[in-house]
């Protein structure tokens, strides 16, 4: 089946930088864009970049354009979201997503498979 698994968050303070993976599995994955979502509690799950099969790009959130890059591997099997200057109200569980249906690039619906997750918090 498919399986996406995150890594690479912790704890950076303010203005740091993080690099999130995720591996894929379970696919053919230079077939399908691929995004990365933010989520707090309470809070819908936000949008935060998505990259096409190809890796160009599909957009960025409003909140971290000119800050976060997504890029892709796809002869790993990964794709990547470097975060820099990280600030406070970044702080969230990081999701990455297979986009598997073809409406809009923003709308987690249109992402069948999610991995579990990864924390990233920015202390201030």
């Known amino acids: 089946q498919v399986q996406a698994v995150e890594s690479g968050g912790g704890l950076v303070q303010a203005g740091g930088s993080l690099r999130l993976s995720c591996a894929a599995s379970g696919l053919t994955f230079s077939g399908f864009a691929m995004g990365w979502f933010r989520q707090v509690p309470g809070k819908e799950r936000e949008f935060v970049a998505a990259?096409?099969?190809?890796?160009?790009?599909?957009g960025y959130g409003d909140s971290v354009k000119g800050r976060f890059i997504i890029s892709r591997d796809n002869a790993k099997n990964t794709v990547y979201l470097q975060m820099n200057s990280l600030k406070p109200e970044d702080t969230a569980a990081y999701y990455c997503?297979?986009?598997?249906?073809?409406?809009?690039?923003?709308?987690?619906?249109?992402?069948?498979?999610w991995g579990q997750g990864t924390q990233v918090t920015v202390s201030s």
């Open positions: 990259i096409a099969w190809s890796g160009g790009s599909l």
């Open positions: 997503a297979v986009k598997n249906r073809p409406g809009s690039v923003p709308d987690p619906r249109q992402y069948g498979y």
